[in-house]
């Protein structure tokens, strides 16, 4: 059963650091999210990822953040200088077609900024 | 804003005891509600899909249901492999984005 993967599974960083978040989605699937967990609270909305661009992004994602679709198959994301309260799951999840259509995860990166 | 809020927070269950989930929403324009479950440290996978008021998807041992207001996640006759956190999600008409409620953290006792 195709599969949403992520790598690496958990990233140590030093705050200040850049880090790339690398995802690989379902091959077929036309749009690509992030999603944040941190620990013990809900699952947080980041970016949408559509036609190489992005289609959405919430208050969250600000210009520390990016995205990139860098071939025909890995989806990354990139802080650019973390943050301590970045620390958190990062999870990619893609979907066949966007507004309503079911949305696959990976199984996410932890993320741990010192 | 969308707002998704589920209850009870946590529910502990004897195996077979069945019971069910609630997710409440308030949304403008329900686009599609949907039910994950989460393992500890692992990705959301997904369960069930709804879309308009009255109806019903079946998985195995687990039910959901949706009206205008709220959708129930009935789980019968449990057993502890079910102990899992469960997640609410819902799209609206104009986002491309997934609004989660903060879960119900299931556990199945043998």
Partial sequence: EPEVTQTPSHQ??????????????????????WYRQILGQKVEFLVSF????ISEKSEIFDDQFSVERPD??????????????DSAMYFCASSEDG???????????????? | EDQVTQSPEA????????????????????????????DPGKGPEFLFTLYSAGEEKEKERLKATLTK????????APKPEDSATYLCAVYNNAGNMLTFGG???LMVKP
């Fill in chain 2, 69 to 76: 207001k709220e959708s129930f996640l009935h789980i019968t």
């Fill in chain 2, 11 to 38: 529910l502990r269950l004897q195996e077979g005891e069945s019971s069910s989930l609630n997710c409440s929403y308030t949304v403008s324009g329900l686009r599609g509600l949907f039910w994950y479950r989460q």
């Fill in chain 1, 50 to 53: 559509y036609n190489n661009e």
């Fill in chain 1, 12 to 33: 140590v960083t030093q705050m200040g650091q850049e880090v790339i978040l690398r995802c690989v989605p379902i091959s077929n699937h036309l749009y690509f999210y």
């Fill in chain 1, 99 to 114: 507004q309503g259509w079911e949305q696959y995860f990976g199984p996410g990166t932890r993320l741990t900024v010192t």
């Fill in chain 1, 72 to 85: 025909g198959s890995n989806f990354t994301l990139k802080i650019r200088s973390t943050k301590l309260e």
């Fill in chain 2, 103 to 105: 879960g119900t953290r």
